[in-house]
């Protein structure tokens, strides 16, 4: 389960589900634990009783046994022998039994560190918590009028001596709809991890409806659908059920599954809404998944939706099926949208060009194209609705 939620971190972090995951893992160590306790137990229980019948069993009874077989001349010396060294043999149990009560103080140890580490004073867990009581006290956010970005400038910690986003100035009107483009390395990725709540930013960088806010809250305010869909090792139905802050119905997965255009495939796989999807959702192809994730959006009803390359990797039939049902999610929305496929993002409001961390264009499609800059470069290089890779430089 760890390694799981490990693996899918974006999906975690995009849907706040840091502590259901938490107590999630919480409860089942708890059930390691008792399980551990209980085999523990019982293997006292039994090395201890082997040790009682050998030592004040077995050995005093053979050893009286054989004297008394020798006294009376009924075995001779070297069979008298013979017995006591198989009894010697036979006490390697009993050394067995000493060498784990030996090392059960040094596991002892172990736990004790492991349990420090884990859950002492100062560790990751508890400052986590306290970082999400924070966020708890605040009042929850509203997107009334716009978002905008105020000269956002990011370096990633590890490298900052280099910027990533150069003083970008963006406003995004509430129910705008959004696309962004660029080369690979233009900075669109980072851009989604900023709003997303990856990295912490200065707070003027960020305003909502006219407020400076912690861009770390923004995710309030997200539905996301990544453009890499690994799902969680559990059935299609909690698997969908993941976007909704609150428990749903079995009629709320499926109306969702059916606007995403997944409810048919569903149906049909053998175990349905309770058919596991593997690690990472690998018995599923890349289209079920990405419909998947578009389902679980409709359940996340956030007032802005990010999606990245959502139809990048699909094949034709599947980006068709996709594309409609995008189209449904995102008509009362707020969107941006990544993507590669320039065709994809041709009735945006407003689409914005980046190369080089920097926003260097802004317009409609049919505007961009008259200025015949970056983004008409960028059109003139597609071939079959695909974009051809460019040096960003």
Do not use: C
Request: charged share 25%.
């Amino acid at each position: 389960h760890a390694i799981d939620v490990i693996s899918n971190f974006v999906s975690v972090k995009a849907f706040q589900r840091e502590r259901v995951e938490f107590e999630a893992i919480v409860t089942k160590r708890k059930d390691v634990v008792r399980a551990a306790n209980r085999a523990f137990f019982w293997s006292i229980i039994f090395w201890g009783t082997l040790s009682i019948l050998v030592r004040w069993v077995i050995w005093p009874a053979t050893i009286l046994l054989n004297v008394y077989l020798f006294l009376h001349g009924q075995i001779s010396l070297a069979q008298i022998t013979t017995f006591i060294s198989t009894l010697l043999i036979f006490s390697d149990y009993i050394w067995m039994v000493i060498w784990n009560v030996s090392q059960f103080t040094i596991k002892l140890g172990r736990i004790e560190e492991s349990y420090q580490y884990l859950f002492g004073d100062d560790n990751v867990v508890t400052q986590w918590l306290a970082g999400q009581h924070k966020l708890i006290e605040h009042q929850p956010l509203s997107f009334e009028r716009s978002l905008g970005l105020r000269d956002l400038t990011f370096a990633y910690p590890d490298k900052t001596d280099r910027k990533v986003l150069d003083g970008i100035d963006l406003t995004i009107k509430k129910n705008e709809k959004i696309g962004v483009v660029g080369a690979s390395g233009s900075g669109k990725t980072t851009l989604i991890k900023l709003l997303l709540g990856y990295y912490e930013l200065p707070r003027d960088m960020v305003v909502l409806d006219g407020n400076a806010i912690d861009n770390r809250r923004l995710v309030d305010l997200i539905a996301y659908v990544p453009q890499d869909t690994p799902l969680f090792h559990r059935s299609i139905r909690e698997n969908i059920a993941y976007g909704a802050d609150t428990p749903v119905t079995q009629e709320a997965i499926e109306l969702a599954a059916k606007r995403a255009h997944a409810h048919e495939f569903i149906t049909e796989t053998a175990g349905g809404y309770d058919a596991l999807v593997g690690e990472r959702g690998i018995k599923l192809s890349m289209g079920q998944r990405q419909r998947v994730a578009i389902a679980r959006a409709f359940l996340d009803d956030k007032p802005l939706l990010i999606l990245d390359e959502a139809t990048s990797a699909l094949d034709s039939e599947s980006e068709v099926l996709v594309q409609e049902a995008l189209e449904d999610l995102w008509h009362d929305r707020t969107v941006i949208a990544i993507a590669h496929r320039l065709s994809t993002l041709r009735h945006m409001d407003r689409i914005v060009v980046m190369d080089g961390g920097k926003l260097i264009e802004q317009g409609t499609h049919r505007q961009l194209l008259e200025k015949r800059g970056r983004y008409y470069k960028l059109w003139q290089h597609q071939s079959g609705g695909i974009l051809a890779e460019e040096d960003p430089s």
